[in-house]
C-alpha cells in the first residue's frame, strides 16, 4: 500500500510533528509511505527517517490583505504540484494534514481517495464544509475535534468522520537524564522547576502561566521557571514583547528562563519538575503526553484536548478555566507532596503507554486505509455490475 501525505507547512508545529511521527510508525509497519512538504525543517527530519519527500511551495494561511491575497494565490497554485508528486508517487491513498492541505490534493482526481486530518478547534466554517463534501474520509485528532466538527459541518458529511487520537513516540521519554537538562538550560541543581512548553501564540496564554509563576514565586522563593517556544512565524512580536514586560513587572526576572530552540521534547522536559498548559481551546495537547511519557506531573486547564488525556487526580490535574491561581496552588501541592506527584507521573506515562503512542496511531490508521480501499473496490465493482 502507497500513501502520499500532504502538508504545506515548513516548520515543526504540533501537526507537523505528529506527521513525522506517523510517517515513521507506518513505514515501520509496512506502509510504503511518501510525503508533499516544504523545504525546511519537516522536510529535512523526513529525509533523516528515510521517507522519501517531495517539495512543495509553503502556504500559511492568512486572513486578510495582502497576506489573504498570498494565500489564495498560492493554493491555487499548488494543486497543481501536488497531482504531480502523485502522479509520480502513485499513492492508493493521498493523506493531508491540514485544510489548505487537503485544498491543495483535493483535485489529484479519481479514483485515488483522499483522507482530510483535521487537527484544529477553528477553520473557516463555508470551506471546511465544502471540503468535508470532497473528502473520502475525515480523521478527528480528538474527542475535542470531533465534537467541532459535528457542530461545523453537514450533517451529510459526518459519516465519513473517523476519531484518531495523536500519538507520540515513546522512546527516549523512559529514563530523562534531569542533571544533563538542567546543565543544558542553565538551570540550578536541587530546586523546584516549573515548565510551559507551547508556541508563543495569544490562544496558549503564556500570560497566564507567569502569573502562577509569580503566584508560585511568593511562597517558593527557591522556584524557577522555564517558558520553551518561539514565535513560530514571527507574527506575535508585540505578544512576545508584552510577555517579557509581564515578567519584569512581576519581579520573576531572576528565575524566569526563556527557551526559544525547542524543535525536540526530549531535551528540555526533563529539567521539569511539573508541567503546567494554561491553554483553552486546545486541539489535542502534544506536550502533555510527552510530559506523562517522563512519568512528570501535569496541571491542564480543563479544555477541549487535554480533557481528553488527563484523568482528573489520577493521571493528571486539571483547572477549571485554567485559572492562573488554582493552577499555582495545585503545584504548590504537588511540590509539597513529592509521593502524591510521583504516583500522579507514574499513572500518566501508563495512560500514554495504553493510549498515544505513534504505534497505536499506525494501527488504527492502517485498519482505516484498508476499510476505506476495501469499501472503494466494493462500490467499484458495483458499478461494473
Known amino acids: 500500500m502507497k500513501v502520499l501525505w500532504v502538508d504545506l507547512i515548513s516548520e515543526l508545529g504540533g501537526a507537523q510533528h505528529s506527521l513525522l511521527d506517523a510517517c515513521v510508525a507506518l513505514s515501520s509497519a509496512g506502509i ?42 498560492k493554493l491555487l497554485k499548488a494543486p497543481s504540484t501536488v497531482s504531480q508528486i502523485a502522479r509520480t508517487v502513485k499513492p492508493d491513498i ?16 479519481t479514483p485515488t481517495p483522499v483522507i482530510w486530518h483535521v487537527r484544529d478547534l477553528k477553520l473557516p466554517s463555508l470551506v471546511a464544509r465544502e471540503a468535508a463534501k470532497k473528502a473520502t474520509r475525515i480523521i478527528a485528532a480528538s474527542e475535542a475535534v470531533d465534537e467541532f466538527l459535528v457542530e461545523t459541518l453537514s450533517p451529510r458529511t459526518l459519516g465519513r468522520i473517523r476519531i484518531i487520537r495523536n500519538g507520540i513516540d515513546v522512546t527516549g521519554y523512559e529514563a530523562p537524564d534531569k542533571p544533563a537538562a538542567r546543565q543544558r538550560l542553565g538551570l540550578p541543581e536541587g530546586v523546584p522547576v516549573i515548565g510551559m512548553v507551547a508556541h508563543l501564540i ?17 511562597q ?46 526530549r531535551t528540555f522536559l526533563p529539567a521539569f519538575d511539573l508541567l503546567i498548559h494554561p491553554a483553552l481551546h486546545e486541539p489535542f495537547g502534544r506536550v502533555i503526553c510527552e510530559a506523562m511519557a517522563m512519568s512528570m506531573p501535569v496541571i491542564a486547564a480543563t479544555s477541549a484536548g487535554p480533557a481528553t488525556i488527563i484523568e482528573p487526580n489520577v493521571s493528571g490535574l486539571l483547572v477549571r478555566d485554567g ?24 499513572a500518566g506515562r501508563a ?13 488504527q490508521l492502517i485498519k482505516e486505509y484498508r476499510a476505506l480501499l476495501s469499501s472503494l473496490e466494493t462500490a467499484a465493482s458495483s458499478d461494473d455490475d
Open 32 to 73: 510504503e509511505v511518501s510525503a508533499a512538504v516544504p523545504y525546511g525543517p519537516l522536510f529535512d527530519r523526513l529525509a533523516a527517517a528515510g521517507i522519501p519527500a517531495f517539495p512543495v511551495s509553503p502556504v500559511r494561511a492568512r486572513k486578510r490583505g495582502w497576506g489573504l491575497f498570498m494565500t489564495t494565490a
Open 94 to 109: 493521498v493523506h493531508t494534514n491540514s485544510l489548505p492541505a487537503f485544498l491543495a490534493a483535493s483535485h489529484v482526481g
Open 351 to 363: 495512560r500514554v503507554l495504553k493510549h498515544f503512542t505513534t504505534r497505536r496511531v499506525a494501527e
Open 202 to 218: 495569544p490562544w496558549k496564554r503564556h500570560d497566564a502561566f507567569i502569573e502562577a509563576a509569580a503566584a508560585i514565586r511568593r
Open 323 to 346: 485559572d492562573p491561581q488554582r493552577m499555582a496552588d495545585e503545584a504548590l501541592a504537588l511540590l509539597a507532596a513529592p509521593e502524591r506527584a510521583a504516583a500522579i507521573g507514574a
Open 220 to 265: 517558593r522563593p527557591d522556584a524557577h521557571f522555564v517558558a520553551v517556544g518561539r514565535d513560530l512565524f514571527h507574527e506575535h512580536s508585540r505578544w512576545v514583547a508584552q510577555l517579557e514586560k509581564q515578567v519584569s513587572e512581576a519581579g520573576l526576572s531572576g528565575s524566569f528562563h526563556w527557551v526559544r530552540d525547542c524543535d525536540d521534547a
